[in-house]
């Protein structure tokens, strides 16, 4: 991905699977977000191919349409700041992720207008959908609530599953756990952990937070200026000289060095 003179990602590829949690880490600037904005459909990459297989389908992400990544792929995101609707309640924001399949059956509202049967029941649907995410992150007591009056973590927690409500296959969280006290990490950390083993959805996370990272993910990759220079498990990551020297800011030249200093500290 270019931007006029700068590539900010440069030849990187990897593989996110279903019911795997991947986290996308790196030193700020490293090229995370845009990767981000390249699965999303924020920007189209200069060059280079993003394929998502779902079952016997297979979509080429940088062809389709915006709203195609989401609504026929099935790939939904959260961002770096909280973007709930504040105004609405929190169990308004669940249905409003359900906008497009109750738009489609109220006939794009002349028959949610005229309460046809076929709308009723996909309403009826969208709440209960909503509902069961509301149990599972321990909201539904304040269903009726503005979301802006939610605890900072409530909040997070709620975006993450107004971004299940679209059903998606693959789920890209923008640092989730930015701002959040050890409990409300501890809450986030057990929902993405249910949402793998449940909902057999693939989770893509950039993430600041290490301890986050090392504890629920499966596969971790790591940026730096723009390249790939790991790709493995946590604990192949933790111990990988290269990384170490980017989250240290050491200089190519050093890296020989801190790989020495690693070995030694090692036998
Ligand atoms: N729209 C844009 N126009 C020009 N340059 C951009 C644009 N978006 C990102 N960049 C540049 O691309 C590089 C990668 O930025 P990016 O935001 O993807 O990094 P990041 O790893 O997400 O950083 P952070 O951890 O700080 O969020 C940076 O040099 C950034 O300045």
Same mark, same amino acid.
């Given at each position: 991905m270019r931007f006029g003179g700068l590539v900010a990602v440069n030849a990187v590829s990897f593989d996110v699977r279903r019911g795997e949690i991947t986290a996308l880490i790196g030193p700020n600037g490293a090229g995370k977000t845009t990767v981000f904005n390249c699965i999303t459909g924020f920007y189209k990459p200069t060059v280079g191919r993003l394929t998502l297989n779902r079952g016997d389908q297979s979509f080429l992400l940088e062809r389709l349409r915006d709203h195609e990544i989401s609504r026929r792929a099935g790939i939904a995101r959260t961002f770096q700041n909280i973007r709930l609707f504040g105004g609405m309640t929190v169990l308004e924001? *669940? @249905?409003v992720a359900q906008h497009a399949p109750l738009m489609k059956a109220s006939g794009m509202t002349v028959l949610g207008v005229l309460r046809f049967p076929g709308f009723a029941k996909a $309403? #009826?649907?969208a709440i209960e959908k909503a509902k069961g995410w *509301? $149990? #599972? /992150?321990? @909201?539904i007591d304040r269903a009726d609530d503005p979301a802006a009056d939610l605890p900072y973590g409530d909040q997070r927690r709620l975006e993450i599953a107004r971004a299940m409500c679209t059903d998606p296959v693959v789920l890209c969280l923008d640092e989730p756990a930015a701002g959040l006290n050890p409990s409300e990490s501890a809450d986030l950390n057990a929902l993405l952990r249910s949402i793998r083993a449940e909902d057999g959805v693939a989770v893509l996370l950039i993430e600041h937070d290490m301890s986050v990272v090392m504890e629920i993910s499966d596969h971790v990759v790591v940026l730096d200026y723009g #390249? *790939? /220079?790991?790709?493995?498990?946590p604990a192949l990551v933790r111990e990988d000289p290269k990384v170490i020297a980017a989250y240290l800011g050491v200089d190519d030249e050093e890296v020989e060095q801190v790989e020495r200093e690693i070995e030694e500290r090692a036998s």
């Open positions: 924001n *669940l @249905l $309403e #009826r649907a *509301l $149990e #599972r /992150i321990g @909201l #390249r *790939l /220079i790991c790709d493995g498990t």
